[in-house]
């Protein structure tokens, strides 16, 4: 079974623009949550969809916005990147939405912001 | 403060030794995760635990839901034990609370 797979892995944008990271979860698995890593703040959730619905969002500026589609993948966009937007991205699922199954982490895409 | 607290932040250990990572949350939950996340950002979850204690291999996770408390620990760590391990804790609104992570090096 093939594993959480995040894209790009690696990308680089300049201030003020926008970037779209891309999800794709373990077959069947319809809840993705998506995570921001930093040194400074280590990692934080960002949201939570489940079957095309966001059920729960962190406390993150409206820049960040995301969408799940009908096939389970999910995207997440950041618009009129900052500097301190630079960080990991991960984002995880599981099989359905209860916090009590196992969570299976993507790679992340690294964003550095320049 | 922190919903999760974790400590210690770092930790540096001789090869064989026992290891033990503290984790304590404030937040009401249906199960704790440890998170073991290498160098280059992939995590990986070790443990899901609600209660009692659960063993894989080296490793041991332990909860105590009353006094909201979790530990880790690696018997006999080796070198490939090195890596940073993170406690998460979902509360029942499905948000995950993360501890600051404990980076551990087990010298060989």
């Known amino acids: 079974k093939a594993g959480v797979t995040q894209t790009p892995r690696y990308l680089i944008k300049t201030r003020g623009q926008q970037v779209t990271l891309s999800c794709s979860p373990i077959?069947?698995?319809?809840?993705v949550s998506w995570y921001q890593q930093t040194p400074g703040q280590g990692l934080q959730f960002l949201f939570e969809?489940?079957?095309?619905?966001?059920?729960n969002k962190g406390n993150f500026p409206g820049r960040f916005s995301g969408r799940q589609f009908s096939n389970s993948r999910s995207e997440m966009n950041v618009s009129t990147l900052e500097l301190g937007d630079s960080a990991l991205y991960l984002c995880?699922?599981?099989?359905?939405?209860?916090?009590?199954?196992?969570?299976?982490f993507g790679e992340g895409s690294w964003l550095t912001v320049v | 403060k922190n919903e999760v607290e974790q400590s210690p932040q770092n930790l540096t250990a001789q090869e064989g030794e026992f290891i033990t990572i503290n984790c304590s949350y404030s937040?009401?939950?249906?199960?704790l995760h440890w998170l073991q996340q290498h160098p280059g950002g992939g995590i990986v979850s070790l443990f899901m635990?609600?209660?009692g204690k659960k063993k894989h291999g080296r490793l041991i996770a332990t909860i105590n839901i009353q006094e909201k408390h979790s530990s880790l620990h690696i018997t006999a760590s080796h070198p490939r034990d090195s890596a940073v391990y993170i406690c998460?804790?979902?509360?029942?609104?499905?948000?995950?609370?993360f501890g600051t992570g404990t980076s551990l090096t087990v010298i060989p």
């Open positions: 995880a699922s599981r099989s359905a939405g209860f916090s009590g199954n196992t969570i299976y």
């Open positions: 969809y489940f079957s095309e619905t966001q059920r």
């Open positions: 635990l609600s209660s």
């Open positions: 937040v009401g939950i249906s199960a």
């Open positions: 077959s069947g698995h319809r809840s």
């Open positions: 998460a804790a979902p509360n029942t609104g499905n948000q995950f609370y």
